[in-house]
């Protein structure tokens, strides 16, 4: 599966976890889990939630789809 948010990745680098996250959100840990995994995605709505909370653009949570040649 492509790899389509970056949650994890910002999660790590604000050395914040997913069960902190999970709290914020009011989510279980398994679905914050699996949007950190990829096999899962937030909805738009959620992913903005998720931003506000990071205190980032959305836009730093998206891996860029396009493919470079």
Do not use: F, Y
């Not at 989510?27 to 699996?34: A, D, E, H, I, R």
């Not at 995605?41 to 653009?57: R, Y």
Request: aromatic share 2%.
């Amino acid at each position: 599966m492509e790899k389509l948010n970056r949650i994890k990745v910002v999660l790590v680098e604000q050395g914040k976890t997913g069960k902190w996250l999970a709290e914020q959100l009011n989510k279980s840990t398994v679905t914050v889990s699996s949007w950190c995994t990829n096999n899962k995605q937030p909805d738009l709505e959620t992913l903005d939630a998720i931003a506000k909370i990071l205190k980032v653009d959305v836009k730093q949570l998206l891996n860029d789809t396009v493919q470079q040649s």
